[in-house]
């Protein structure tokens, strides 16, 4: 279970701390400790991964409250961005990277929590809802503002500019 799992798990906590590895690493190791001392307590009215991702989600936030992160500076992001095919390339997607994923992480939790089912793991809105556990219309209303909020700070960054203003 915990090699099916442990991918997603760290790649959502790893996106949640800004890309922090040790709070990552430390979320994942707490969310797999409930997990094994809490499998006894699923009934089964939901779908497993279900379970798993609203374990994940009360993890990260937890843990959020408790170290009171902070993003991230854009040297330290920059360093996680994969190489591209020329050194121009890699400059204008290494910006890119660096202003989607610090506009990701400065979005309030429950939002940036919304973005992340829903674009890194893809989950369905009414997963999330489970995970989330909310209601579909909340989830929507949360992605919406998360979308909102990304496009606004997104569209003041010069690499997404529109070149037609």
């Known amino acids: 279970m915990y090699e099916a799992c442990k991918d997603r798990v760290y790649s959502i906590a790893l996106y949640f701390f800004h890309g922090d590895a040790s709070a990552a690493a430390d979320a994942s190791q707490q969310v797999f400790l409930k997990l094994f001392s809490t499998m006894r307590s699923y009934r089964g009215d939901a779908r497993f991964e279900t379970w798993l991702y609203r374990i994940v989600v009360n993890v990260c936030l937890d843990s959020a409250r408790a170290r009171k992160a902070q993003p991230r500076g854009e040297s330290e992001v920059l360093e996680r961005v994969p190489a591209a095919h020329s050194v121009e390339r890699q400059f204008v997607d290494a910006q890119r990277a660096a202003a989607v994923q610090h506009a990701v992480s400065a979005l309030p939790e429950k939002l940036r929590m919304a973005i992340l089912l ?8 009414e997963e999330m809802a489970g995970a989330l556990d909310c209601s579909m219309g909340t989830v929507a209303s949360r992605l919406s503002r998360g979308h909102k909020l990304l496009a606004e700070r997104l569209a003041a960054h010069p690499w997404f500019a529109r070149k037609d203003k």
């Not at 829903?118 to 809105?125: A, G, H, I, N, T």
């Open 118 to 125: 829903r674009y890194f793991d893809e989950l369905s809105y």
